[in-house]
């Protein structure tokens, strides 16, 4: 009987900590922000550093402009993987002034072709959510095979 009134007590709790009041907070805050767009156009969005010896760090910088009337922030920037850091304009960009996302790629654990990614987020209409991406060959690369004799059946 104990067990009981315990779940009881326990489902009511769960009930009443279940508040939409978070839910209604992300949707003032999103009509908020659409107040505040701008449009932005990517003068470069790709790069293709050719080749690189194995080891070797690259930068690429790509420059966008803020071709809106109100001022563009660039909220976030995700590289695709732990090989490459991202850096970013901070500051707001103001109409008709430009931004920039730099990226420094590490080949230190890649050969042959690599084609990797920047996730850019940002208040604007036209493109809010840009993959920048960067591409190339790593060449003079260090083997890991390994060298397996192969037993024989008895």
């Known amino acids: 009987m104990k067990r009981i009134i315990y779940l009881l007590i326990l489902v009511v709790v769960f009930c009443y900590c279940n508040d939409d009041t978070k839910n209604k907070k992300i949707t003032i805050n999103a009509n908020a922000d659409s107040l505040n767009l701008t449009t932005i156009q990517w003068v470069d969005t790709t790069f293709n550093f ?64 690599v084609v990797k990614s920047i996730l850019v987020i940002s208040n604007t209409s036209n493109d809010p959510e840009r993959v920048l991406k960067f591409s190339g060959v790593i060449t003079n690369c260090e083997s890991n095979d390994k060298i397996v004799i192969p037993h024989e059946p008895q």
Do not use: H, M
């Open 50 to 113: 050719d080749s690189i010896k194995q080891g070797e760090q690259k930068s690429f910088t790509y420059t966008c402009i803020n071709t809106g009337n109100k001022p563009l922030v660039i909220k976030e920037v995700r590289p695709g993987c732990g090989c490459t850091v991202a850096d970013y304009s901070k500051e707001a960009i103001l109409p008709g002034n430009k931004g920039w996302v730099t990226a420094n790629f590490d080949s230190k654990r890649f050969c042959d072709l």
